[in-house]
């Protein structure tokens, strides 16, 4: 007995293959499919393929290029596109690569990361000083989105790009996060960020966090709780169960200056 026709046994009527058609067009529709794969790996511009690194691709491609760089100005890679330099006065010079959204091309940053301002982590609040849990309290350095610093993905290019961007983030570290050196200094860039913040101070609720924790350290306690008060009041971020632990703290920091 004949097998069943099917995709292995195409009929023929009249001395015409019955399913060839639709063999050819599914083919067809495969190689298309394929054709149009993974936007990181492989898009098709101008009839050529040109391939984008992946996100870990960058990152490799990062840590080679600036990992020179970066240990010239003390800095000690932690991970994915992100350095951290010891600076003595209880908080970090952290310096990373970020993508304005995911897919996008990268931007460099430096920023500052307070080794006693709390985090908020399940629901609980907790201080992390360990360099693999820096965080970015505050944006210090001016080389990020909305300039022409940009990194795109595109393996052609990429290489070329970093290299061209090394003495332009050497000068940037040099300007100003080096200058950033005590309590102090590290105060007025907050200061100033609170006056001149497009996005609402408030509404970076870390950075916020970070004025209410620096002014305790410098024994303003007043200041220090009025701010973090208004903290609570303008921003939802720390729930109301995680206040009486952030007060506690922040009168902890008062006492360890």
């Given at each position: 007995?004949?097998?069943?026709?099917?995709?292995?046994?195409?009929?023929?009527?009249?001395?015409?293959?019955?399913?060839?058609?639709?063999?050819?067009?599914?083919?067809?529709?495969?190689?298309?499919?394929?054709?149009?794969?993974?936007?990181?790996?492989?898009?098709?511009?101008?009839?050529?393929?040109?391939?984008?690194?992946?996100?870990?691709?960058?990152?490799?491609?990062?840590?080679?290029?600036?990992?020179?760089?970066?240990?010239?100005?003390?800095?000690?890679?932690?991970?994915?596109?992100?350095?951290?330099?010891?600076?003595?006065?209880?908080?970090?010079?952290?310096?990373?690569?970020?993508?304005?959204?995911?897919?996008?091309?990268?931007?460099?940053?430096?920023?500052?990361?307070?080794?006693?301002?709390?985090r908020l982590e399940a629901?609980?609040?907790?201080?992390?000083?360990?360099?693999?849990?820096?965080?970015?309290?505050?944006?210090?350095?001016?080389?990020?989105?909305?300039?022409?610093?940009?990194?795109?993905?595109?393996?052609?290019?990429?290489?070329?790009?970093?290299?061209?961007?090394?003495?332009?983030?050497?000068?940037?570290?040099?300007?100003?996060?080096?200058?950033?050196?005590?309590?102090?200094?590290?105060?007025?860039?907050?200061?100033q960020e609170k006056a001149?913040?497009?996005l609402g101070f408030y509404?970076?609720?870390?950075?916020?966090?970070?004025?209410?924790?620096?002014?305790?350290?410098?024994?303003?306690?007043?200041?220090?709780?009025?701010?973090?008060?208004?903290?609570?009041?303008?921003?939802?971020?720390?729930?109301?169960?995680?206040?009486?632990?952030?007060?506690?703290?922040?009168?902890?920091?008062?006492?360890?200056?």
């Open positions: 007995m004949p097998p069943a026709s099917g995709w292995g046994n195409d009929r023929n009527i009249g001395g015409v293959q019955f399913f060839q058609p639709l063999r050819v067009a599914f083919t067809r529709f495969l190689l298309d499919r394929s054709a149009r794969t993974d936007k990181n790996h492989c898009r098709m511009r101008f009839g050529e393929a040109s391939v984008y690194f992946t996100s870990v691709q960058m990152e490799e491609l990062f840590r080679c290029a600036f990992d020179p760089l970066l240990a010239e100005r003390h800095f000690e890679f932690v991970s994915k596109a992100r350095w951290v330099r010891e600076t003595g006065y209880g908080f970090k010079h952290l310096f990373y690569f970020y993508p304005f959204r995911p897919g996008a091309a990268y931007y460099p940053y430096g920023a500052l990361s307070f080794d006693f301002v709390p629901g609980k609040i907790r201080i992390r000083k360990e360099k693999r849990h820096t965080r970015v309290h505050l944006v210090v350095t001016h080389m990020g989105t909305g300039t022409a610093n940009s990194i795109d993905r595109d393996a052609a290019t990429a290489k070329q790009r970093c290299s061209d961007l090394q003495a332009i983030i050497f000068d940037a570290i040099g300007k100003e996060l080096d200058t950033v050196g005590s309590l102090a200094s590290a105060l007025e860039l907050l200061v001149t913040s497009r509404n970076t609720p870390e950075t916020a966090l970070s004025y209410a924790f620096t002014l305790a350290k410098l024994g303003r306690k007043q200041e220090a709780e009025s701010e973090l008060e208004s903290l609570f009041g303008k921003s939802p971020y720390y729930p109301l169960q995680t206040h009486v632990a952030l007060r506690e703290s922040l009168s902890q920091a008062c006492v360890e200056r």
